[in-house]
C-alpha cells in the first residue's frame, strides 16, 4: 500500500478520534484535520475506517505465529509472574518464547545480575528459565553489552587497563551459564546515536571511551565462545518512521551491521525494537520495506525484539485510542511480516497492567497508558487482533 494512504488514514483518525478526546479549543483544529484528510481521500480508502477489527477463533498468538514459522512472546518481569498468577497464566497462554526485562542486565530495577565486580547472581534469571521451560516457551537473553543498566561499581572500578577482561569475563560467565539453552542473545545493545557526531554514528558510551569502536567485535566473539548455539543479535531503537532522525538511524545500523558482516564478526541477526509512536503519522512502508531488505541481504536474521505503541500523544477516550494503537500495530506488521528474514515478534510486555511505559512515558492527563495487546484486566484488546490478523495474514516461513 503507498505510504500516502496509511498517513491519510491514520490522519483521518487522529483528527475524528480527538473530537470525542480533547478539549473544545482543540476541536476547531482536529475537524479541520479530519476535513482535509476526508478532502483528500478517495472513497476506497474511507471504506478502510471500518476496518475489520476482530479475528474469527481462539487460538493465542503463540499458535498462530507457530502456523507461520514465526515466534510469539513477550518480555516479563519476574517479580510480576512471581506474584500475579493471573498473569502468568497469560503469558503462559499467549507466547512461545520469555524475555526477562531486568533480570539479564547487569542491574535494572529489582534484578542484580551483578551484584560486585567479582560476583554474579542468577536467581532471578534461572527462576525465568525456569518459568519459560516449564511452560514450553523459549527465553531469549537481553542484554550483554549495554551503557545503561551498569551497576554502581562500574565507573569506579572499571578502567581502560582491566575493561576487556571485565568485559569478557562478564559474557563468557553469563552467556556460558546458560549456553545451550536460549534462542538468542542480544550481544550489543543500542550503540548507534548519530547525534554524537562520530563519522562511524557510533554512540559515545563508557564501552567506547574505555576500548574503542572494536569492542563491538570482541563482545560477538566472546558471545560465539560462551554459547555456540544462540543467534547472536544487533538490537535497536529509533529506526521505523519516515523522518531525518530516523533516516540517519537507518543509515548508521546499515553501516555498522555491513561492517561487522564484513570483518567476518559472528552475528546472526538484527533486533528491530520498535517502540512505535501512536501519534506518528510519518509511517513509509517502502522505506521500512527497503530497510528491513537491506538487512535480510547481509544474510542477518531480523527479529522484532521490543514492539508495543507509545500512546501519551493520542487522545484519553480509550475506545478511539485502542483503535489507533491496533492500527499502528497491524501498519507496522503487516510490512514487518512480508519481509521473509523477520523471524520473531517480541511485545514489551504483554498487558498494560505492567509496562515501562506508565513511568518513561506517561499521559499528561494522567489517564493510564494502554500500550500492549491484553488490557489491566488481562482481556485481549483490539491491538491484540491487529497482530493477530498480521500474523494470519503474513507469508509462512
Ligand atoms: O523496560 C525497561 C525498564 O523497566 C527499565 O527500567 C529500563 C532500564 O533497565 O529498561 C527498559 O527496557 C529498555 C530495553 O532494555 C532496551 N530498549 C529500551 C527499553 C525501554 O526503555
Known amino acids: 500500500m503507498p505510504q500516502h494512504q496509511f498517513t491519510r488514514r491514520r490522519a483521518l483518525w487522529l483528527g475524528l478520534a480527538a473530537l470525542t478526546g480533547l478539549g473544545t479549543s482543540t476541536v476547531a483544529r482536529t475537524i479541520t484535520t479530519a476535513q482535509t484528510a476526508l478532502r483528500n481521500s478517495p472513497a476506497a480508502s474511507l471504506d478502510k475506517l471500518a476496518r475489520q477489527t476482530q479475528v474469527t477463533g481462539e487460538q493465542s498468538l503463540r499458535q498462530r505465529a507457530k502456523a507461520k514459522g514465526l515466534i510469539y512472546g513477550a518480555a516479563a518481569r519476574r517479580a510480576n509472574l512471581f506474584t500475579d498468577p493471573a498473569?502468568?497464566?497469560?503469558y503462559q497462554a499467549e507466547c512461545g518464547i520469555l524475555?526477562?526485562?531486568?533480570?539479564l542486565k547487569w542491574s535494572s530495577g529489582d534484578a542484580r545480575l551483578r551484584p560486585t565486580l567479582q560476583t554474579f547472581d542468577f536467581s532471578r534469571s534461572d527462576w525465568m528459565l525456569r518459568f519459560a521451560q516449564s511452560h514450553d516457551m523459549q527465553m531469549r537473553g537481553h542484554v550483554l553489552v549495554w551503557h545503561l543498566g551498569l551497576p554502581d561499581w562500574f565507573e569506579e572500578q572499571v578502567n581502560r587497563q582491566n575493561a576487556e577482561q571485565v568485559l569478557?569475563?562478564?559474557?563468557?560467565?553469563?552467556?556460558?551459564?546458560y549456553a545451550g539453552k536460549l534462542h538468542s542473545w542480544d550481544v550489543v545493545n543500542e550503540a548507534i546515536e548519530p547525534n554524537n557526531r562520530r563519522a562511524d554514528g557510533l554512540r559515545i558510551t563508557s564501552w567506547l571511551q574505555l576500548l574503542g569502536p572494536d569492542y563491538l567485535d570482541l563482545a560477538f566473539r566472546a558471545a560465539a565462545a560462551a554459547d555456540p548455539q544462540a543467534k547472536l543479535t544487533y538490537n535497536d531503537y529509533g529506526l521505523e518512521y519516515?523522518?531525518?532522525?530516523?533516516?540517519?538511524?537507518?543509515?548508521?545500523?546499515l553501516k555498522l551491521l555491513e561492517q561487522l558482516k564484513a570483518q567476518g564478526t559472528p552475528i546472526h541477526a538484527f533486533g528491530?525494537?520498535?517502540?512505535?509512536?501512536g501519534h506518528e503519522t510519518r509511517f513509509n512502508p517502502n522505506k521500512l520495506r527497503r530497510f528491513l531488505a537491506d538487512v535480510a541481504s547481509l544474510g542477518l536474521e531480523i527479529y522484532i525484539t521490543e514492539l508495543d505503541v507509545i500512546d501519551n500523544r493520542l487522545p484519553r477516550h480509550p475506545t478511539n485510542r485502542d483503535r489507533l494503537i491496533a492500527q499502528a500495530y497491524e501498519?507496522?506488521?503487516t510490512v514487518a511480516l512480508d519481509e521473509p528474514a523477520v523471524k520473531l515478534i517480541v511485545t514489551w510486555g504483554l498487558s498494560d497492567r505492567y509496562t515501562w511505559l506508565s513511568d518513561f512515558h506517561p499521559r499528561s492527563d494522567r489517564a493510564a497508558v494502554r500500550p500492549l495487546l491484553l488490557d489491566a484486566n488481562l482481556n485481549r484488546k483490539l491491538a491484540w487482533h491487529a497482530v493477530a490478523r498480521a500474523?494470519?495474514?503474513?507469508?509462512?516461513?
Request: glycine residues 2%; negative net charge.
Open 272 to 277: 528491530l525494537q520498535a517502540h512505535l509512536e
Open 168 to 177: 569478557v569475563r562478564h559474557i563468557q560467565t553469563v552467556a556460558g551459564h
Open 331 to 333: 501498519d507496522f506488521l
Open 391 to 397: 500474523i494470519d495474514q503474513a507469508p509462512s516461513r
Open 99 to 103: 524475555v526477562p526485562e531486568w533480570e
Open 242 to 253: 519516515d523522518r531525518p532522525d530516523h533516516d540517519a538511524r537507518r543509515r548508521a545500523v
Open 87 to 90: 498473569l502468568a497464566k497469560a
